[in-house]
């Protein structure tokens, strides 16, 4: 069974919103705390947004500060990347990564995480 899985990457045009969805079949979720990362090609995974176990903390990239909004659902095991105002250089494929931690405040941001999805691809393109 895949541990995550992402969901919601579409066309979009310039200025647009949209949510990415990452199911997650790890459990217990509270263990876990959760990051968005996107990669475009020829370069590295970047860190886009993350959250801590119990949603206390969170953290994003300059870049998105004040655009992007991750969130999670612990009913559900459910992780949310809500983007607005997307523009050209947002489009990437967009993973979904896990960390397990015993620090309730920690938030991931760098992709050492325990566990990845396969992605979804943004594109943002009028």
């Known amino acids: 069974q895949v541990p995550l899985v992402e969901s919601g990457g579409r066309l979009v045009q310039p200025g647009d919103s949209l949510r990415l969805s990452c199911a997650a079949s790890l459990s217990p979720f509270s263990d876990i705390a959760m990051a968005w990362f996107r990669q475009v090609p020829g370069k590295g995974r970047e860190f886009v947004a993350g959250v801590s176990r119990y949603n206390s903390h969170t953290a994003y990239a300059d870049s998105v500060k004040g655009l992007f909004t991750i969130s999670r659902d612990y009913n559900d095991r459910m992780t949310y990347l809500q983007m607005t105002n997307l523009q050209p250089e947002d489009e990437a494929l967009y993973y979904c990564?896990?960390?397990?931690?015993?620090?309730?405040?920690?938030?991931?941001?760098?992709?050492?995480?325990?566990?990845w999805g396969r992605g979804t691809q943004v594109t943002v393109s009028s």
């Open positions: 990564a896990a960390k397990k931690t015993q620090n309730t405040r920690s938030v991931p941001t760098t992709d050492d995480d325990d566990y």
